[in-house]
Nanobody, 124 residues
């Protein structure tokens, strides 16, 4: 059974930084595409960033390009989201997602496995 556990969320001031981590209980983690999404209450889940199985390819939502960086450590079964220059509009619950695929996936319905989310709050 695949389990994803996010950590690293919290409260930060505008312009600050946070690093989210997602630890995956996947024996063949290196075969999985990983992604980060975010969702506010009453809104659709929104794509943030994705990384392919090797870490050699990444994609970002336009709203976070140049500020966020996704990376993975296949030896540690972990994917990261480094978030810099945070803005109040980045406030959301952030979710980690995984799918057994060698492609890079940017649509939420492409992912089979989800974490429970971690809250990120950016104060103005």
């Amino acid at each position: 059974q695949v389990q994803l556990v996010e950590s690293g969320g919290g409260l930060v001031q505008t312009g600050g930084s946070l690093r989210l981590s997602c630890a995956a209980s996947i024996r063949t983690f290196g075969n999985y595409a990983m992604g980060w999404f975010r969702q506010a209450p009453g809104k659709e889940r929104e794509f943030v960033a994705a990384i392919n199985w090797s870490g050699g390819s990444t994609r970002y939502a336009d709203s976070v390009k140049g500020r966020f960086s996704i990376s993975r450590d296949n030896a540690k079964n972990t994917v990261y989201l480094q978030m810099n220059s945070l803005k109040p509009e980045d406030t959301d619950v952030y979710y980690c997602a995984a799918d057994l695929s060698r492609a890079i996936l940017v649509r939420s319905y492409d992912y089979d496995y989800w974490g429970q989310g971690t809250q990120v709050t950016v104060s103005s």
